[in-house]
């Protein structure tokens, strides 16, 4: 069983799983693109400012689990790193997609991580989703748990077991205020909550763009 990580720890095994899959011609990461996968504003709760010692302390906590590795780019002069998640935690594709999500956005509902999966895992129903998240609970030791809804929702939430997180004590209205955008939603409006997450979505596109640019510049560096 993997131990308690810290939330630096989870945020960066996150975003490196991320990145493997929606970013695979970028994939192994510098420590400079993994800095700045942490750091974007899109698909994010909470928004944070890691350092690159923040980043190097987590590498070494992640290492030590052998949840990472170095890896060596071909022609590159920067070192690359990458993660060991699935073979480590003996996950499928589809639970390290979940796992992935709420590594990177807190306490999610079933249908929330179909809804933000989509680069990483093609789901194919929300069923298939419940699924996933079973089989998670339902292990030797569980990678995943239920927690209370939010006010006004029909769905369970679920989070990962694995470390620490930063928000366990924010309650749905803070987290209804996304700093990146300015957007700030009253309460659960299905509508407003589409109009949200569609800005995510055009955040999260343009932090792809400048992540692969970033990539681009560091191959001459």
Same mark, same amino acid.
């Given at each position: 069983?993997?131990?308690?990580?810290?939330?630096?720890?989870?945020?960066?095994?996150?975003?490196?799983?991320?990145?493997?899959?929606?970013?695979?011609?970028?994939?192994?990461?510098?420590?400079?693109?993994?800095?700045?996968?942490?750091?974007?504003?899109?698909?994010?709760?909470?928004?944070?400012?890691?350092?690159?010692?923040?980043?190097?302390?987590?590498?070494?906590e992640l290492e030590?689990?052998?949840?990472?590795?170095?890896?060596?780019?071909?022609?590159?002069?920067?070192?690359?790193?990458?993660h060991a998640a699935?073979?480590?935690?003996?996950?499928?594709?589809?639970?390290? $997609?979940?796992?992935?999500? %709420?590594?990177?956005?807190? !306490?999610?509902? *079933? #249908?929330?991580?179909?809804? /933000?999966?989509?680069? @990483?895992?093609?789901?194919?129903?929300?069923?298939?989703?419940?699924?996933?998240?079973?089989n998670l609970q $339902?292990?030797?030791?569980? %990678?995943?748990?239920?927690? !209370?809804?939010? *006010? #006004?929702?029909?769905?369970? /939430?679920?989070?990962? @077991?694995?470390?620490?997180?930063?928000?366990?004590?924010?309650?749905?209205?803070?987290?209804?205020?996304?700093?990146?955008?300015?957007?700030?939603?009253?309460?659960?409006?299905?509508?407003?909550?589409?109009?949200?997450?569609?800005?995510?979505? @055009?955040?999260?596109?343009?932090?792809?763009?400048?992540?692969?640019?970033?990539?681009?510049?560091?191959?001459?560096?």
């Amino acid at each position: 069983m993997i131990g308690n990580l810290s939330a630096e720890a989870v945020r960066v095994l996150g975003a490196m799983i991320e990145k493997e899959r929606s970013t695979p011609e970028y994939y192994p990461l510098t420590l400079n693109a993994l800095k700045t996968a942490c750091n974007q504003k899109s698909n994010r709760f909470p928004v944070v400012s890691y350092s690159e010692s923040d980043v190097i302390r987590a590498l070494d906590e992640l290492e030590k689990w052998r949840l990472v590795g170095h890896a060596s780019g071909a022609g590159s002069r920067s070192q690359k790193f990458q993660h060991a998640a699935g073979h480590a935690m003996e996950l499928s594709e589809a639970e390290t $997609a979940v796992m992935a999500c %709420l590594f990177l956005r807190g !306490a999610q509902t *079933p #249908g929330e991580i179909k809804g /933000r999966t989509g680069r @990483l895992y093609p789901f194919e129903s929300l069923e298939e989703v419940d699924t996933t998240l079973s089989n998670l609970q $339902a292990r030797d030791e569980p %990678l995943v748990a239920s927690v !209370a809804r939010r *006010p #006004g929702q029909k769905e369970d /939430r679920f989070v990962h @077991l694995v470390g620490e997180e930063d928000v366990s004590n924010q309650s749905y209205q803070d987290a209804a205020s996304d700093p990146s955008t300015g957007v700030t939603l009253s309460g659960p409006s299905d509508s407003d909550a589409d109009i949200h997450e569609q800005v995510l979505l @055009l955040r999260d596109e343009l932090d792809r763009l400048r992540a692969e640019f970033d990539a681009f510049r560091e191959q001459f560096d």
